[in-house]
């Protein structure tokens, strides 16, 4: 390992419907924050701070500290695991890519993109956090480390790709170069099947109010004060944003009634009304929540998107989908 710096399918209803069925497990009260900020100054600059070369194949990243950043992200936090990655020493003529993942999720799921990027002139930046905390608290930690990689490393111009729940972290990282004044680069962001209009069973969670439950889902459930703060909030000048949403029809979904969607998040929450005004171009691809990370088309999307120049004008609306 070399230190270059100190500096799913069913979305939230399988986590929702699997903790509820098990009795629960210990990560954190609806009345109680466990975040970030739980960890001692120092350790939290140095997660902030902290870019390692690590390759994808590490332990690291796989599926049992992936599981720990949902259920124990304390231990998570204090293994020192959140923060920026790359998978090969940092090169200053590269365009920093910087991939989110989501919820349950971590940067093994950008395999495919990040070696379609590579020889386009990108360098991917992996950010990895664990998964069940509020969203404020890990964009603002996703913001303190852009700034850190912007200031040590000079680039002048960012991209973000961000997956699902990814999308809301990357929102609310932004968002915050609003109040502090922007001190990144120019950034284009672009979120894969973001449910920006929350999440139905994430509410029903909050509503029935159990003993323990993930605290993101009081941020993911719908129209809760994080998602208004998201529909409210213009993202700074010199950042450009695309949406990029998934459709497949299956009517096995029963919890989605046999609605339109990605087979994870369904129409009508990816392409909320506000996020649509806001995006500079919208775009549908024919492929599952998971795939938009591995199939081509979605693949090619995305890099499409990436390469083409901003436009001052505003993308024309995608029209509200009917469900069939």
Request: net charge negative; glycine share 12%.
């Amino acid at each position: 390992m070399e230190r270059v710096g100190r500096a799913s399918r069913g979305f939230v209803t399988a986590w929702a419907w699997g903790l509820l069925a098990a009795g629960g497990c210990v990560v954190g009260e609806v009345d109680g924050d466990l975040n970030l900020r739980d960890v001692p100054a120092t350790q939290a600059d140095e997660t902030a701070a902290s870019v390692e070369v690590l390759d994808l194949a590490d332990d690291r990243f796989g599926g049992g500290w992936v599981r720990r950043g949902v259920w124990e992200p304390m231990a998570f936090i204090d293994a020192g695991h959140p923060g920026l990655y790359l998978a090969e020493p940092h090169d200053p003529t590269r365009t920093p890519a910087i991939l989110v993942h989501g919820l349950g999720g971590g940067p093994r799921q950008f395999a495919t993109l990040a070696d379609t990027l590579r020889p386009r002139g990108y360098q991917p930046v992996f950010y990895y956090y664990p998964t069940s905390l509020r969203l404020g608290e890990v964009g603002a930690h996703l913001y303190e480390s852009l700034v850190r990689w912007s200031r040590g490393h000079g680039a002048d111009r960012l991209v973000v790709v961000a997956h699902s729940m990814g999308g809301l972290v990357a929102w609310e990282a932004l968002r915050r170069a609003n109040h502090g004044g922007l001190d990144l680069p120019a950034v284009h962001l672009v979120t894969l099947s973001t449910p920006y209009g929350g999440d139905r069973a994430a509410g029903i969670a909050v509503e029935r109010r159990p003993p323990l439950l993930l605290p993101v889902w009081i941020d993911l459930a719908e129209d809760s004060a994080f998602l208004r703060a998201v529909y409210r909030t213009p993202l700074p000048e010199g950042v450009t944003f695309d949406l990029v949403f998934g459709y497949r029809r299956d009517p096995g979904l029963v919890e989605f009634g046999g609605r339109s969607g990605d087979g994870a998040v369904t129409l009508d929450r990816l392409l909320h009304p506000e996020l649509q005004r806001k995006a500079r171009r919208v775009r549908g691809v024919d492929a599952s929540h998971a795939g938009l990370l591995r199939e081509p088309e979605a693949i090619d999307t995305v890099v499409e998107l990436l390469e083409s120049r901003p436009s001052l004008t505003q993308p024309a609306l995608v029209p509200e989908t009917p469900n069939p």
